[in-house]
């Protein structure tokens, strides 16, 4: 899996990181369909990718166990704009935000994570992503893509992440039958 370095191409637009979760219907497989999906949105180009990394869920926890990863997307569309194109991808892969429990299972979960140098704070996103610095589903695939990226009024994400254990996290290799 290939780390953000200084000098990458990023002519499609600006570092844009998507964290990916899935704990339905194949979750490795939602998942990787999801980077080629990423790779695919308008004025936009998958940079790298993370492992996958399986965890306890967040929620209730009578749910099957999550798949996480982050990709680095090089983006030309603004963040409003990227937020409407993963809840499209979303809904492609049979999500239904108005119907499911907070937190509860789910084929496919995109979040922006982080967004350029971007803070913002509008009923509809948020950046970055309010949790992030607490969710070692997010920090340990997140470090392996940008382990020197500075979250604002938290700290680099390699700090983090070393002090981050919840939920536990293992990475997860691909079992043929899943």
Same mark, same amino acid.
């Given at each position: ?94 999500? *239904? ?11 496919? @979960? %995109?979040? +922006?994570?982080?967004?350029?140098? $971007? &803070? ?14 607490? *969710? ?11 382990? @020197? %990226?500075? +979250?604002?009024?938290?700290?680099? $994400? &390699? ?20």
């Amino acid at each position: 899996m290939r780390r953000h370095r200084q000098g990458d191409d990023l002519s499609a637009g600006v570092p844009a990181y998507i964290g990916l979760g899935s704990n339905l219907d194949g979750p490795s497989a939602q998942i990787q369909r999801a980077f080629t999906e990423l790779d695919g949105l308008p004025c936009t180009r998958l940079q790298a990718r993370s492992h996958l990394y399986k965890s306890r869920p967040l929620g209730p926890q009578q749910q099957p166990d999550y798949i996480n990863a982050v990709a680095m997307l090089a983006t030309g569309l603004e963040p409003l704009a990227l937020l409407r194109a993963l809840r499209k991808l979303e809904e492609a892969h049979g999500r *239904r935000r108005s119907s499911e429990e907070r937190w509860g299972a789910r084929n496919l @979960d %995109l979040d +922006i994570l982080v967004y350029d140098d $971007v &803070q913002l704070d509008t009923p509809e996103l948020m950046l970055p992503h309010p949790q992030m610095h607490l *969710r070692s589903f997010v920090l340990y695939p997140l470090a392996e893509l940008a382990p @020197d %990226l500075v +979250i604002p009024g938290h700290g680099p $994400v &390699q700090a983090l992440r070393a002090h981050c254990h919840t939920p536990p996290i293992e990475r997860y290799e691909e079992i043929a039958n899943e």
